[in-house]
Every structure is written in structure tokens, then in C-alpha cells.
């Protein structure tokens, strides 16, 4: 079996292009994002053992596995993070949120950033890495979560501090931003299903999934210092009922940012300025 042969096998069982391609070079201990290589060596004869290895993980994504926990590693805003079962699989989509908080706190010397529900570190990390003077500290809730977390951080030589808890609760300080990308998935959602290789706590949030924004926005505003921001991630219907949680709370200038599709994914709120 040739290199295209394989591929062409893989997409004809249902597999994306881009999954197999990927899990062919990962099989073959090559980068994944290295697909030039793959149309270079197309005519390649793969080794039996190999065909084996590359079969096994196309059937174990074709059953729902993302490719980040078959691979052990995932590309987010220019880290190389490695990820499992532990924790959430990273979404693109997600780096709008870092986007908006980097934009947040672009004029502070040395800003107080705090990421709630770090999971593999993603955000808390591509902040640290932009910011190298920020002081960076991320909470979870997931002993498993923070081991993924700290060791993403050693690996990459960035100085997040890491803290065992659920959300808020205990955490002293206050911070010019605080980002969270929580669970909002309702309890009763069906296409849970088909996320069923992650971490069910960090996916479902209560019948209306808003149970974890709501104990966010509830607790931030007493950690947020004069024109702090909060900024969140959520489902994509549920923007105007963030927005009214932000109101709620005593939060000012009020606003959303779109994802990568041009949907309201990610809503925040500033506590006014101390006159």
C-alpha cells in the first residue's frame, strides 16, 4: 500500500482529507501539519506495520475520537500543546477570545490576566506567550486538567501559575482581565453524544447551560480592578442572555465578538472605572 493509496482508502470510509492526513503523519512520526511531504511522497510504499497503525487510528476516529487526543497534540495560536482524554480538545475558535483580552489590556505594562477553567493551559499560555510581562494565573477545577495544564507550561518555558478550584471561589487578588471559555452545553443537548471522548464537566452546564456563566459573572466583578474586563465564551444562542448577565452584575460597555463562522461566541463586560 502506497502513501495516496492509504489516504484514499481513509476518505473513502467517511474520514475528512485533512484527518487522514494527519493521522498518516503522525503514523509516521512526521509533523502533522507537514501534508507537502505526503503529496512528495505519495507513491511511498508504507511499511505493514504502519498500514496497522495508521488503520487503527482512522477506525478510532471514524468512532468519534479527535484527531488531538490520537495525535496527543494540538496547534492554538501558535503553541504546540499537548492534549488527551483529560481535557478539552481545543478549538480554533477559541483564539478569538484570546484575541479580545490581548486587545483589552494592550496599553498595561505588565497586566493581571486570570483564565477560569484553563483545561490543556490554551488560553493562559498563548496569553503568557504573548504577553511576557503579564502575570498569568489560570484556575481549574480538574486535578487531571491542571497536570495537563502544568506540564503544557514547563514544556514551554512560560510562567503561568496554576491553582486548584472552582471558578472564584477562594482566589485573592484582582485582574485587569479574566477570561473563561466554561461549560455551556445544555444537560439535555444531544449532540453531547457526539462529544462523548471529552470531559463531560467541561462540556454540560445545567438544564439551560448557563449554570457556570452565571456563577462567573456572579463572582468576577469583585476580582476585576477598575475597568477589568470579563470576557467569555458560550454557546452560539446564547448571546443576548450573557449580555444580560453581564448588565446584571454592574458590567459596562457591554459587547460581543464573532467566531471564525460570523457568530456571537464570545460576550464581555468592563467594570466602570473608579472616578
Not at 496547534?75 to 504546540?80: D, H, M, S, T, V
Not at 482581565?177 to 464537566?201: K, T
Not at 454557546?235 to 459587547?255: I, K, M, Y
Request: hydrophobic fraction near 45%; glycine fraction near 8%.
Amino acid at each position: 500500500m502506497t502513501v495516496q493509496h492509504a489516504l484514499s482508502t481513509a476518505q473513502a470510509q467517511g474520514l475528512a482529507r485533512i484527518d487522514a492526513q494527519m493521522l498518516l503523519l503522525h503514523t509516521l512520526d512526521r509533523p502533522t501539519g507537514d501534508r507537502a511531504w505526503l503529496i512528495t511522497h505519495d507513491t511511498d510504499a508504507l511499511a505493514q506495520d504502519a498500514q496497522q497503525r495508521f488503520t487503527a487510528l482512522c477506525q478510532r476516529r471514524l468512532a468519534g475520537e479527535p484527531v488531538a487526543y490520537l495525535t496527543g497534540s494540538k496547534a492554538f495560536y501558535g503553541l504546540e500543546l499537548r492534549v488527551d482524554a483529560r481535557v478539552l480538545d481545543p478549538r480554533p475558535d477559541t483564539e478569538t477570545l484570546v484575541d479580545w483580552a490581548l486587545e483589552a489590556v494592550a496599553a498595561l505594562a505588565a497586566p493581571r490576566l486570570l483564565d477560569l477553567g484553563t483545561g490543556s493551559g490554551a488560553i493562559a499560555l498563548a496569553l503568557q506567550k504573548q504577553r511576557p510581562t503579564a502575570h498569568v494565573r489560570a484556575v481549574d477545577a480538574s486535578p487531571d486538567a491542571l497536570a495537563v495544564a502544568r506540564a503544557n507550561a514547563e514544556r514551554l518555558g512560560l510562567p503561568v501559575q496554576f491553582r486548584h478550584g472552582h471558578w472564584l471561589q477562594g482566589l485573592d487578588g484582582v485582574f485587569d482581565a479574566i477570561v473563561s471559555n466554561p461549560p455551556y452545553i445544555r444537560a439535555a443537548d444531544p449532540h453531547l453524544a457526539d462529544l462523548a471522548h471529552e470531559p463531560l464537566q467541561a462540556l454540560a452546564s445545567g438544564a439551560d447551560g448557563l449554570d457556570d456563566l452565571r456563577a462567573i459573572v456572579a463572582q468576577a466583578p469583585a476580582h476585576l480592578a477598575p475597568g477589568g474586563w470579563l470576557l467569555l465564551e458560550h454557546g452560539w444562542d446564547q448571546a443576548d442572555a450573557v449580555a444580560a448577565l453581564l448588565r446584571a452584575a454592574g458590567l459596562t460597555e457591554v459587547q460581543g465578538r464573532k467566531d471564525l463562522a460570523g457568530i456571537v461566541r464570545c460576550s464581555g463586560g468592563r467594570l466602570p472605572t473608579v472616578k
